[in-house]
């Protein structure tokens, strides 16, 4: 095996365009890998695969390094979206992003990047890696706008011992100039946003294709009726667009959101005020735990979590833990906690694991 042999992964974007040419610049030897996780023949308009490999092999040949695709199409069904389309069965709100990297990037690529030769990995992740005390510790990227720490924190020790995040010390922007000078075509390309590697797309459409809908009651907390919605799955706590319903004159006419899914009765509750009390919980209880140490932390003992990607960190105590979960309580109410997203858990700059929320409660 070639030690310095590299596979990177490349999407098509400037940040996993970057991180080839910095490893080609520290001499390595690099290998692009384009990855083919979802079946779009019988779609037109939504996904952008095939500009994506184009971009990605320009990177390739200015760059002289060769690029290889591979189709992770069954490891992503099986893996990442049968349990995407069970948490909306549940009525939950799931993020596949994090089993995506889990699962596809960090396992299945690892595995497919190892059958080439290379030692270890590299994505265009903003995160960074430093190893000390016997392990490997993840830190958050050095951009605090692009930190995407929260998205990899179900890696093992063996997972970042097998990756790189070579711009992981940078700024977005730096990473931008880095690419127009080198004369990468990805250079000031859009980011993608959407569902990991599904893409942008309506996301009502998408679901009804694999989802029956189930329309049912939109209530108050107090039983009142105000409505009907499409479905659950349509909905996630703390949403304000999409309800279908206006103000109230005893509201005041502020807007609604949504508080809570009852799954057994189909109905949807929700309340008036951005900062409505009922959108507000201390506690929360969160399951399927991941660690990156390979063991858990102290409990309790004072941390930093955070319930949703852009959010800021938030201090709070991790009360009990044990084989089945733990149980949280924040120094400060959390609006908005959203059963099926991830709870991350951060001790300064680092990254320490986290686990999928299962209830919240005062």
């Given at each position: 095996m070639a030690k310095n042999r590299i596979v990177v992964g490349l999407s098509g974007g400037v940040d996993s365009s970057v991180a080839a040419l910095l490893l080609v610049e520290q001499g390595h030897e690099v290998h692009g890998v384009f990855m083919k996780n979802w079946e779009d023949s019988l779609e037109t308009g939504y996904c952008s695969a095939a500009e994506d490999l184009e971009d990605a092999r320009s990177v390739c040949d200015t760059l002289?390094?060769?690029?290889?695709?591979?189709?992770?199409?069954?490891?992503?069904q099986e893996r990442v979206f049968r349990y995407f389309l069970d948490e909306y069965r549940r009525g939950r709100t799931p993020n596949p992003d994090i089993l995506c990297n889990t699962e596809i990037k960090f396992r299945a690529f690892l595995d497919h990047a190892r059958r080439l030769g290379a030692g270890r990995i590299a994505t265009g992740h903003y995160a960074r890696l430093e190893q000390r005390?016997?392990?490997?510790?993840?830190?958050?990227?050095?951009?605090?706008?692009?930190?995407q720490s929260y998205f990899l924190y179900g890696l093992d020790q063996s997972q970042v011992a097998g990756a790189l995040f070579p711009v992981g010390d940078f700024h977005k922007h730096e990473v931008r100039a880095r690419a127009a000078r080198a004369g990468l075509v990805t250079h000031a390309k859009k980011d993608s946003t959407g569902i990991c590697f599904i893409g942008e797309r309506p996301f009502r459409e998408f679901l009804n294709r694999f989802l029956p809908v189930q329309p049912g009651p939109i209530r108050t907390p107090d039983g009142a009726l105000l409505g009907e919605h499409a479905g659950l799955m349509f909905h996630t706590i703390g949403q304000r667009q999409g309800l279908g319903i206006g103000g109230r004159r005893d509201g005041g006419g502020a807007p609604w959101y949504v508080a809570d899914k009852e799954l057994e009765s189909n109905t949807l509750i929700v309340v008036q005020g951005h900062d409505h009390p009922a959108l507000f919980h201390r506690r929360l209880r969160a399951s399927q735990l991941r660690w990156v140490a390979g063991q858990p932390p102290r409990a309790p003992m004072r941390y930093q979590a955070k319930i949703r990607y852009r959010q800021r960190d938030q201090a709070c105590e991790l009360e009990t833990l044990d084989a089945r979960g733990a149980t949280i309580q924040f120094l400060e109410p959390q609006r908005a906690i959203t059963p099926g997203q991830s709870i991350v858990f951060y001790l300064a700059d680092e990254c320490l694991g986290g686990g999928v929320i299962e209830a919240a409660w005062d």
């Amino acid at each position: 095996m070639a030690k310095n042999r590299i596979v990177v992964g490349l999407s098509g974007g400037v940040d996993s365009s970057v991180a080839a040419l910095l490893l080609v610049e520290q001499g390595h030897e690099v290998h692009g890998v384009f990855m083919k996780n979802w079946e779009d023949s019988l779609e037109t308009g939504y996904c952008s695969a095939a500009e994506d490999l184009e971009d990605a092999r320009s990177v390739c040949d200015t760059l002289g390094i060769p690029l290889h695709q591979v189709n992770f199409t069954v490891e992503y069904q099986e893996r990442v979206f049968r349990y995407f389309l069970d948490e909306y069965r549940r009525g939950r709100t799931p993020n596949p992003d994090i089993l995506c990297n889990t699962e596809i990037k960090f396992r299945a690529f690892l595995d497919h990047a190892r059958r080439l030769g290379a030692g270890r990995i590299a994505t265009g992740h903003y995160a960074r890696l430093e190893q000390r005390d016997g392990r490997q510790h993840l830190l958050k990227g050095r951009d605090p706008d692009k930190d995407q720490s929260y998205f990899l924190y179900g890696l093992d020790q063996s997972q970042v011992a097998g990756a790189l995040f070579p711009v992981g010390d940078f700024h977005k922007h730096e990473v931008r100039a880095r690419a127009a000078r080198a004369g990468l075509v990805t250079h000031a390309k859009k980011d993608s946003t959407g569902i990991c590697f599904i893409g942008e797309r309506p996301f009502r459409e998408f679901l009804n294709r694999f989802l029956p809908v189930q329309p049912g009651p939109i209530r108050t907390p107090d039983g009142a009726l105000l409505g009907e919605h499409a479905g659950l799955m349509f909905h996630t706590i703390g949403q304000r667009q999409g309800l279908g319903i206006g103000g109230r004159r005893d509201g005041g006419g502020a807007p609604w959101y949504v508080a809570d899914k009852e799954l057994e009765s189909n109905t949807l509750i929700v309340v008036q005020g951005h900062d409505h009390p009922a959108l507000f919980h201390r506690r929360l209880r969160a399951s399927q735990l991941r660690w990156v140490a390979g063991q858990p932390p102290r409990a309790p003992m004072r941390y930093q979590a955070k319930i949703r990607y852009r959010q800021r960190d938030q201090a709070c105590e991790l009360e009990t833990l044990d084989a089945r979960g733990a149980t949280i309580q924040f120094l400060e109410p959390q609006r908005a906690i959203t059963p099926g997203q991830s709870i991350v858990f951060y001790l300064a700059d680092e990254c320490l694991g986290g686990g999928v929320i299962e209830a919240a409660w005062d």
